[in-house]
């Protein structure tokens, strides 16, 4: 069952995608990041990307987390590759670690996030390990957005299958609430 969520996103210019992105996705994420829930954060960070992903590609054969950032990311302004983030993404949320089966196999670097900025005398080894800004990689996928967005400008035809898609994720902004008196 699908929540209304037109008329509440609806304004005098149009719909407005960036409000309804900013609810479901990104101020769940700036909570816990302002919080200093910062694994918390990563883990939500990465879900939005699977579910906005999963909007615009639907149920696609190749991977849509990497095609979605490749597309429309500059995720390689963080040192980092769209594969990489992947494969942080499944050890972070299937077993809260840094390790999936492909670091361990030695196939792609571990990913650390960090907060504030690093010291320029700080070098680290990045051949197995790669570091990320979390607050820059929350800013790269908020950009990454803005310009998924202006697509629906360009191909109006995707709205249909938006519409469809977005129907089906979940969402504390657009949870319905029933209220019951039980007097």
Request: net charge negative; charged share 25%; aromatic share 14%.
């Amino acid at each position: 069952m699908s929540v209304d969520y037109f008329g509440k996103y609806f304004n005098d210019e149009g719909f407005d995608f960036t409000r309804l992105l900013n609810d479901d996705f990104f101020q769940p994420v700036r909570i816990l990041f302002n919080a200093k829930h910062y694994v918390s954060a990563s883990k939500l960070l990465v879900v939005a990307i699977d579910s906005i992903s999963y909007i615009e590609y639907g149920n696609i054969k190749e991977n849509t987390f990497i095609k979605w950032l490749k597309e429309f990311s500059e995720i390689k302004t963080l040192g980092i590759t769209a594969e990489e983030l992947w494969e942080h993404r499944n050890s972070l949320l299937h077993m809260s670690s840094l390790s999936s089966r492909k670091v361990v196999d030695g196939k792609e670097r571990a990913l650390v996030a960090y907060i504030g900025e690093m010291h320029p005398d700080v070098k680290l080894d990045q051949e197995k390990t790669g570091y990320y800004n979390l607050y820059s990689l929350i800013q790269v996928v908020g950009s990454a957005c803005g310009k998924w967005c202006l697509t629906y400008d360009e191909q109006r035809e995707k709205i249909d299958s938006f519409v469809e898609r977005y129907d089906l994720i979940a969402s504390d902004a657009r949870m319905q609430w029933i209220h019951y008196d039980a007097k």
